[in-house]
């Protein structure tokens, strides 16, 4: 019986040093009948150069400008893919041989979405003190605890069928929802199937060897977004507080970017709720940093 294609779809962008071990992660797989489609986003490095150097038929690279939009580039992917399921790699990231061996079986017995762990890295053989970067199992309605318990799926992690895809539209290319568009993605297939798998596995490594930059104001922009068009509805509907992970979400961006007023706002709601020990001692010191810089600022007001 022949097995059911794997289409993977890798953006990438200038990411010559790091797309040789992406690919060499599929070329590693024991489960050997995937595609590659790597959505160049017209890179001025060595990223073509060493794509071609692969020479397996299997592998497809596709110029595609995206204009900062990621979405739209994993979306024009999946329109050229042919495979019956959808696996998804950052170009900086990559697998261990057996991701697909694993993961395919559990969408064959039925499940349409499934995700597992990765070992979040600075380096390419680090061994030691390197972290579990955990997806999770998700309960039942998956909507309801996505949407209240925060993204439990790793985007270089997911392999999905591909008609849930389509059926959804693919990835959001709506701006404001830039470094969120995978968790939105869950959120509406979620929308339209409960058959998720978790894969309590390590398969796979997340990179974040310098290119992964943190960005607050991006991070206050879409959990705005995120909660307008999915949390203020669902909570209103089920008379309930917004959840703790967002809450905490915007209280640390509006830290980081020095935006008090809204952090204090925002802090003193997480103090009234329940959450635990990790979060409260982060609270606390986010909250005391603040009220440390209201105090500073008025006294430079007073000299």
């Not at 900086?92 to 017995?109: A, Y």
């Not at 706002?265 to 009234?272: D, I, K, P, Q, T």
Request: glycine fraction near 4%; include cysteine; aromatic fraction near 12%.
């Amino acid at each position: 019986m022949q097995s059911l294609l794997v289409s993977v779809i890798m953006p990438t962008y200038n990411h010559g040093h790091y797309i040789g071990r992406a690919i060499k992660s599929l070329l590693d797989q024991t489960y050997q009948h995937w595609e590659l489609i790597i959505i160049n986003n017209f890179s001025t490095d060595d990223t073509v150069s060493i794509v071609r150097e692969c020479q397996d038929q299997r592998i497809r690279l596709i110029n595609f400008r995206n204009n900062g939009i990621i979405a739209a580039s994993r979306n024009y992917g999946i329109q050229h893919a042919k495979g019956t399921y959808i696996a998804f790699l950052d170009s900086d990231d990559w697998w261990t041989s057996q991701k697909l061996e694993i993961c395919v079986p559990q969408l064959e017995q039925g499940f349409d979405i499934c995700s597992h762990d990765l070992w979040l890295v600075k380096s390419e053989n680090q061994r030691f003190l390197r972290r579990r970067l955990r997806s999770r199992s998700v309960s039942l309605p998956v909507y309801d605890d996505l949407l209240y318990n925060g993204n439990g799926l790793l985007n270089s992690s997911v392999v999905v069928k591909a008609e849930i895809l389509k059926q959804i539209g693919g990835q959001s290319e709506d701006p404001e929802l830039i470094a969120a568009e995978d968790y939105d993605c869950w959120l509406r297939i979620a929308q339209e199937t409960d058959k998720f798998i978790y894969i309590p596995k390590v398969l796979g490594y997340y990179w974040v060897g310098g290119d992964n930059i943190s960005n607050p104001q991006r991070l206050l922009v879409f959990s705005n977004r995120l909660y307008f068009l999915y949390m203020r509805p669902y909570t209103q509907i089920h008379k309930i507080e917004p959840p703790v992970w967002w809450l905490y979400c915007l209280s640390k961006a509006n830290f980081l970017i020095g935006n008090d007023k809204d952090c204090q706002h925002f802090l003193l709601l997480l103090l009234l709720r329940s959450t635990d020990l990790i979060v409260s001692i982060k609270v606390l010191y986010m909250l005391i940093i603040v009220l440390m810089r209201g105090t500073f600022s008025l006294v430079s007001k007073k000299i």
